[in-house]
């Protein structure tokens, strides 16, 4: 079970580290210091859009209209947040105490 408890972990770093990138990556392109017309920038960016696009559509939903500002990544961090302390309260049951 600590095996299960170790994937939901890491599987938890990895999407964090893939929103902050998205995150970091639209304000450098909102700030014109990185161009999306350059082909690396473009697949990174198409890539990111394309994995966090399904987790950030269902949060758009439910929050209300802000303007220019996405507070889906945010609610992300929030609920990645919020499962890590619910796994690491619960560790007892994946270490089979």
Known sequence: MMTIYNILQFL???LWFFV???VIM????????LNRR????SQIWDGLNRILEPIYR???NILPPTGGLDLAP???F???MLIRIV????RGFFMGY
């Open 38 to 41: 350059q082909a690396i920038v």
């Open 12 to 14: 938890l770093s990895v």
């Open 20 to 22: 902050l990138a998205h």
């Open 26 to 33: 639209s304000w450098l392109i909102g700030f014109d210091v």
């Open 74 to 76: 945010l609610m992300v």
């Open 87 to 90: 796994l690491d309260t619960n």
């Open 58 to 60: 269902p949060i758009r």
């Open 78 to 80: 929030i609920g990645i």
